[in-house]
């Protein structure tokens, strides 16, 4: 008996999400328009006349302060992509077009949820290619003061993120998982992005942050959470790092085969991994799992890194 498994996936319609930018303040829409197998997740401006396409990899990162930034959001770029880019991931979303009506990505809720709800709203359609993966071959690894951030060779895909505030309220948080479709939308997808009042304050005396509130941040002062809700999970800051973790080692292009781990980590680490990923063409290599299989055998076999899809390295 052959069936299909691991075959490439785009969304089985396209669908529309508004909101505000957290640090505009602004309005911003975006659209997720299906895509075909191969095309990877792009970007395109739907504002700026003739705008080109960013595809959403790791070589187009702008900024890691705050956010993580694709491009130039003056321009042809945009900012905040990490949450969306954290659902599209989680759920196994290969291959999509997002058009966006300006420079800043909605905040939504300051978690994944309202887009996974979206994607389950449409579901996923199977393309007729096999599913593409980064397999990680030999530890690489990144320092930074005492923040550290590593990838390791592992037989599927595992997140194991550590956060060490100097604070009561949060302290040393650690969240650890095999990262599945399942585990994603039950204990991540709702984790807010979150912040100190006072840093907030001084982030909106710089222009940043204008549409940060208690409905789209966990926000703390003097060691308590002052949404009214409180915190989702006693851990939510960590399942938050973790979140973000899940959305920018996406930008690696294809889905990584290998365990993560972090330590005090952040945007910034994040995307410094996958720099010394690629540095390393010994690091990694592109393997891809056949679309259709005998029961009972799921293999997976080597290829070349540009016979397929989009180009990650």
């Given amino acids: 008996m ?12 396209q669908i529309t999400l508004t909101g505000i930018g957290v640090h505009s303040g602004k309005p911003a829409s975006i659209t997720l328009v299906p895509a075909d197998a191969g095309t990877g997740i792009v970007f395109q401006r739907t504002d700026v006349e003739n705008a080109r396409e960013m595809p959403a990899l790791w070589k187009n990162v702008t900024q890691t302060s705050l956010q993580t930034v694709l491009g130039d959001p003056s321009d042809n770029g945009m900012s905040t992509v990490e949450h969306l880019m954290a659902a599209l991931s989680g759920l196994g979303v290969d291959n999509l077009l997002i058009e966006i009506d ?4 909605p905040i939504m809720d300051g978690s994944s949820a309202a887009f ?3 994607i389950d709203q449409v579901g996923l359609k199977r393309l007729d290619r096999g599913r593409r993966y980064l397999r990680v071959k030999k530890t690489v690894r990144v320092d930074n003061g005492s923040a550290w951030c590593e990838l390791q060779p592992y037989n599927g895909i595992h997140f194991d993120i550590t956060i060490d505030f100097d604070t009561p309220l949060i302290g040393k948080q650690q969240f650890a998982s095999d990262m599945k479709p399942d585990v994603f939308r039950s204990d991540l997808s709702r984790a807010r992005t979150f912040g100190n009042v006072k840093d907030v304050e001084q982030l909106w005396k710089m222009g940043f942050a204008l549409g940060s509130s208690l409905e789209n941040s966990v926000a703390i002062a003097d060691d308590k959470v002052l949404n009214p809700e409180g915190t989702r999970w006693s851990d939510e800051f960590a399942r938050h790092k973790a979140l973000d973790a899940v959305g920018d080692l996406s930008l690696a292009g294809l ?3 290998g ?6 980590g952040g945007h910034k680490m994040n995307h410094a991994i996958l720099v010394k990923l690629f540095e390393d063409k010994d690091a990694f290599e592109i393997v891809e799992a056949p679309a259709f299989r005998e029961a009972g055998h799921a293999e997976t076999v ?3 890194a540009a016979a397929f899809g989009p180009d990650v390295s």
């Avoid at 300006?102 to 990505?105: D, V």
């Fill in 116 to 118: 996974v709800e979206a």
């Fill in 302 to 304: 080597g290829l070349a």
């Fill in 102 to 105: 300006g420079p800043e990505m």
């Fill in 2 to 13: 052959t069936q299909h498994i691991d075959r490439q996936t785009t969304l089985a319609d």
């Fill in 255 to 257: 889905p990584i085969l």
């Fill in 259 to 264: 365990l993560y781990r972090s330590y005090k």
